[in-house]
Nanobody
């Protein structure tokens, strides 16, 4: 079984920073793209960005310059560095990963979500 476990969320003041982590574990043969999504209250889930297995990244245009995605393939972990946070960044953040297990089965897995609240 494969699972993704997020950590690093919490309460931060406007202008502050947070780093989210998402670690994959279980029967993992390979991991392709890993990404982050967020869902604010009353809004649809939206893509924050993703990173390929070779390290290429794609960040939503509205977040470029403030958010950065990275990964540690040795740890099967993806990170989201968020700087200059704004109240409108308040949301539940979810990680996702396309994982191939040892049976050759490929599917996208999701983390349970971690709350980020930006408020003074």
């Amino acid at each position: 079984q494969v699972q993704l476990v997020e950590s690093g969320g919490g309460l931060v003041q406007p202008g502050g920073s947070l780093r989210l982590s998402c670690a994959a574990s279980g029967s993992i043969f390979a991991i392709n793209d890993m990404g982050w999504y967020r869902q604010a209250p009353g809004r649809e889930r939206e893509l924050v960005g993703y990173i390929t297995s070779s390290g290429s990244t794609n960040i939503a245009d509205s977040l470029k310059g403030r958010f950065t995605i990275s990964r540690d393939n040795a740890k099967d972990t993806v990170y989201l560095q968020m700087n200059s946070l704004k109240p409108e960044d308040t949301a539940v953040f979810y990680c996702s990963a396309e994982i191939i297990d040892y049976t050759g089965w490929r599917r996208t897995y999701w983390g349970q979500g971690t709350q980020v609240t930006v408020s003074s």
